[in-house]
Structure formats: structure tokens, C-alpha cells
């Protein structure tokens, strides 16, 4: 953890934390100084306090007695020691129980405080800091290979335990109720091979989840010109709309969900298994079904990433890179149906070349996409099931994409620029995710001193030694706090300390099926052993060892 020790002093309203505040007037009684264990510094939060610190708050005149203990308060609440120094113009304060690890305090001295010669103070003041995290471990230490068994594990129950009863999907977060998602859905889905081959669940459970999934978007869901909407009903497979105008089509989506049913249909693969070959019929009925040209809005050469029945384009939204949606366009030109050309995947995605980057930050050139990369979503969704490892096209080599935008986003983390609490080599990992006052794309252009697990975790195909030591603090350092019932809780803040109590879909699915592209490659042989992905990636002008 970096060691970032600095104090709030504020001379004014207690709600006020900054500095420009009333200073001391000749002839008035005032604050002069609060030291916490002797650091002081004015306008800051002082971080990782001990349990048991010595406050100091030193005024230019003797302290009446009398008055301390009303108006020198520590909250929350702690019975405290006071004693004198200074000819009783300093006050010493100090917890006389331990304080809680990680855990905000601030002291706050009232203007009813007086002056031995009866004159009261002559502006509020106040100081806060947090607490140091309890290093110790939270849970019995385990080999490597167990403790990514066990995240897996774990991880994958939110998609089995908390799978939709009705329709097998996945829903939007732990507190989404009949709501279930699309592209979450299709990460789930990706997770089952995973779950099967870990012996989490059996062939024939994991045959029967998918199948009772693939059913209910073929009997009882809305296709929008052979697309699905983002937010669905799990109970009666009616659309939800996402927003006002998106009520219909969600193509990106959609194609998460065909890379999990395309990685699905490929390991239940039995010639003899009648399930398991309807399974497969099933799932090229929806793939084929899906007109991808559609969504080039009347033939221009990009894709679209909403339609509306009702509104049309309105959104007008085009799927254009650097971003989560390549697999959009692997999916639009493997379709047996209904393929997009070479152009629109040029024209469209790549924008004639716009999103070639090539700049360096942190040491790193970044191939594609916006300044330091974007949050590290970037790099997992699409590559679920595209190994991008020797992967090239005439834009960018992927392997140097992934890794390169991971390690800018480490190292961005590591210099810490903006001096979050915690930030560090082990604390590390800026992707979209829940904070504090609601959803934010995390990332070092727009960072709000949030961490997501998923960023490090999902990314360690292309990090392992930093993926890992992440993995171990969040599990035995932080895992009292951060470890529930579906594996880790979606984010957390160590400078104003807050851990979410949500998971959701796209955070929990990366984690498991990245995890195992690391240490087996599993789903990116699953899904590039397709014979028609293999040619739409040829199509768009993509080379690898395995195409």
C-alpha cells in the first residue's frame, strides 16, 4: 500500500474542507495546528493511521478544562485520554480503545471551546483521517491453482446459483430480479464449458442450463430483425428497455451472446447425443437468424448499435473502434447468412484508420484507441473468445494491444498520479464498474479512485505475475470486505473507504472465463475452432497461427 500521509485542518464550517477559511486574527482566540501522530498538513486527508494515534491540537492560549470534552469530539463516537502539554495550550487527545482498521474518523473542535479567560474559539475546526487496512490475512493461505479453482468457483455461482429461475439467463446485477441481460447472458453461457471441465457442475447440467437458455430466446423472446434486446424479462422473455429509445435491438449485445452460444455449440460437440446435437441446431437457428446487414442502416459501411421498432435508428449510435465491440464485427462477418464485407469492418470500425494510436504512456506504445487506453473492458469482452495471442490485421498486432493497454494501466496505477489510497503494484485495475454515487468507466483519463477486481483479474492472460498478486490482496487482505457469495464484490474506494455489496453479469463473467484463457486457453480454442469464424476473421483482413 502507498504510504500517503497527509491531515484535513479546516478553520471554518466543519463540512469545509478546504483551506481558504478564516485565519487566525492578533487578539482572538484560535486553532493554530492539529498534528496526528506529529504529521500535519493542511487540506488533505491523512491515510493510514495507526489504531491508537496521538492527536495534538495546539490553540494560541491556555485551554479551559471545562470546556474540552463537549466541543473536542471524535466520530464516530470513541471514549478518548486528554492531557496537556504546552502550558495547556496544546491538547492531547488519543483513542483509549482500538480504533477499526480502514475506517474514516474526524475530529471536530466547536467554537464553544474557550480560553481560560472565558473567550470562545474563534473558528470550528476540524481534521480527518482513515485508518490503516489489517494486513493480515483474512483466509487460510492456498496454493496458486487452488485459490484461482476456488475464484472460479465461486465466481460461477452467480450464473448457476443466481441463474434466472425460469429462463436460465443471467441477470444485470444481484439486485436485478426478473431483469436479465443479454451480453451477460452470453459470458455465463462462455463460463459452462469452464464450469464442466473444473467439475464445478456435470456435462449434463451444464447441457441442460444451455439448452433451457437457448430455448427460451428461441420460444419466448423478441428478435428485432434476428437481434435481441439488451434487458430482457427472465420470466416472460418481454423486452425491458434500456433507455427511452432503446427498446429493441442491442447488436453488441447480440454478438456477446453468439460468441457464447458459437463457443457452447462448438464443446457439445457428440455425434450421438441427441441434446446435445439439437443444441447445436438450435443455436445456428439464432445465429443464422440474426440480419447483420440490417444494421447498416439502409447499406452504409458501418454497423449500428441499436434499432428501435417503433423509433428505428433514432439513436443513431455507429460501432465504431477502439472499443468493447470488435467481436461485433467478427460476428457480422462469420455469419453464414448473412456476412458484412471487408469495407464495413474498414470503413466502419477501423474508421479508414482512426483508430491507429501508436503513442507511449508509461513506457508502453498503445497500438489502438484513446490516450492511456480506456478502461481495461476493452481488452476482455471481444477477446472472451478471440485469442488475441499472434493475432494481426492491418491496423494493429493484438497481443501487443492487450498486453500494452494492460500494463499502461498497471503502471498507472502504480505511479498513482492522483494519490488514491491504495493505489499500488497489488492494487491495481480501472474498468467500468459501480462507485460510489452510481456506474462510471473507470479508467486513468477519468478516475475516480475506484478499483474493479475484474480489471486485473480478467486480464490475466496478459499479466499474470501482477494479475496474481492482485488476486492475493483482494482474496487474503481485503476479503473480509470484498469476498461474498459470487466471488468478489463488483469495487471498492480506500480513500473515503466504500466496497460495493453488488455484482453484476459483465464484471463476474470476464473473471471466470479469462482466468481459464490463462491457464488452459480453453475458450479461445473453443471459439476459433468455428470453421465460419475462422472465415470472417480471414475476411477482414485478420492473420494468426490458428486462422
Given amino acids: 500500500m502507498k504510504n500517503c500521509l497527509l491531515i484535513i485542518i479546516c478553520f471554518g464550517c466543519v463540512t469545509c474542507s478546504k483551506t481558504d477559511t478564516p485565519q487566525p486574527i492578533a487578539g482572538n482566540f484560535n486553532l493554530t495546528s492539529i498534528k496526528i501522530n506529529t504529521i500535519q498538513n493542511a487540506g488533505n486527508t491523512l491515510f493510514n493511521v495507526n489504531y491508537s494515534p496521538v492527536i495534538e ?7 479551559d478544562h471545562s470546556t474540552v470534552n463537549s466541543n473536542i469530539i471524535l466520530n464516530p463516537s470513541v471514549p478518548i485520554s486528554v492531557s496537556y502539554s504546552n502550558n495547556d495550550s496544546t ?22 471551546l474557550k480560553s481560560i479567560g472565558g473567550t470562545g474559539l474563534f473558528a470550528q475546526g476540524s481534521a480527518g ?5 489489517d494486513s493480515t490475512d483474512k483466509f ?24 434466472h429461475p425460469v429462463s436460465g439467463m443471467a441477470r444485470e446485477r444481484n439486485t436485478s430480479g426478473d431483469l436479465v441481460t443479454t451480453g451477460g447472458t452470453g459470458f455465463g453461457i462462455m463460463a459452462i464449458p469452464v464450469a464442466i471441465k473444473r467439475n464445478f457442475i456435470t456435462r449434463a447440467e451444464g447441457l441442460a442450463r444451455t439448452l433451457q437458455i437457448v430455448n427460451f430466446y428461441q420460444n419466448n423472446c423478441i428478435p428485432y430483425h434476428g437481434a435481441f ?8 422473455g418481454a423486452t425491458i428497455p434500456f433507455s427511452n429509445q432503446d427498446n429493441g435491438a442491442d447488436l453488441v449485445e447480440t454478438s456477446y451472446l453468439m460468441q457464447g452460444l458459437i463457443t457452447a455449440r462448438q464443446y457439445f460437440s457428440s455425434a450421438v447425443d441427441a441434446n446435445e446435437i439439437a443444441l447445436r441446431t438450435r443455436i445456428n437457428q439464432l445465429y443464422d437468424a440474426v440480419e447483420w446487414s440490417w444494421f447498416r442502416k439502409a447499406g452504409e459501411n458501418v454497423l449500428y448499435w441499436h434499432w428501435s421498432p417503433d423509433m428505428g435508428f433514432v439513436i443513431n449510435a455507429q460501432v465504431r473502434g477502439w472499443n468493447e465491440a470488435l467481436i461485433t464485427y467478427v460476428m457480422a462477418a462469420s455469419s453464414q447468412t448473412d456476412a458484412i464485407p471487408n469495407i464495413v469492418y474498414n470503413n466502419g470500425w477501423a474508421n479508414n484508420g482512426n483508430i491507429v494510436n501508436n503513442n507511449t504512456y508509461f513506457g ?9 487506453g480506456g478502461p481495461l473492458f476493452f481488452e476482455h469482452y ?12 492491418a491496423y494493429a498486432n493484438y497481443q501487443n494491444q492487450t498486453i500494452n493497454h494492460t500494463k499502461i494501466n498497471y503502471e498507472y496505477c502504480k505511479a498513482n498520479p492522483r494519490g488514491w489510497n491504495g493505489y499500488s ?18 479508467e486513468p483519463n477519468n478516475d475516480p479512485g475506484v478499483i474493479a477486481p475484474t480489471a486485473a483479474l480478467s486480464s490475466m492472460p496478459y499479466s499474470p505475475m501482477e494479475s496474481m498478486a492482485a488476486l492475493k490482496f483482494f482474496y487474503y487482505k481485503l476479503g473480509d470486505k470484498l469476498w461474498g457469495q459470487y466471488g468478489f464484490y463488483d469495487a471498492f474506494k480506500l480513500s473515503d473507504p466504500w466496497f460495493a455489496s453488488s455484482t453484476l453479469a459483465i464484471d463476474q463473467g470476464p473473471i471466470i472465463i479469462m482466468i481459464e484463457n490463462y491457464r488452459s486457453g480453453m475458450l479461445w480454442e473453443l471459439f476459433t475452432s468455428a470453421p465460419e469464424v475462422r472465415t470472417g476473421m480471414i475476411n477482414l483482413g485478420f492473420a494468426a497461427p490458428y486462422l
Fill in 57 to 63: 491540537i495546539t490553540f494560541n492560549a491556555p485551554v
Fill in 91 to 112: 491538547v492531547v487527545i488519543q483513542p483509549t480503545t482500538t480504533l477499526l482498521p480502514l475506517k474514516k474518523y474526524q475530529l471536530n473542535v466547536s467554537t464553544a
Fill in 229 to 236: 434486446a439488451h434487458w430482457i424479462n427472465g420470466a416472460t
Fill in 382 to 393: 471481444s477477446f472472451l473468445g478471440i485469442n488475441p495471442n499472434g493475432l494481426t490485421d
Fill in 140 to 163: 487460510p493461505q492456498l496454493t496458486d491453482s487452488v485459490l484461482l479453482d476456488l475464484v472460479q468457483q465461486q465466481t460461477f455461482k452467480y450464473f448457476w446459483d443466481f441463474g
Fill in 129 to 133: 483521517f482513515i485508518t490503516q487496512l
Fill in 425 to 442: 503494484n497489488i492494487c491495481w485495475g480501472l474498468t467500468a464498474s459501480d462507485v460510489p454515487d452510481g456506474y462510471n468507466a473507470n
Fill in 364 to 372: 508502453y506504445q498503445l497500438p489502438l484507441g484513446p490516450s492511456n
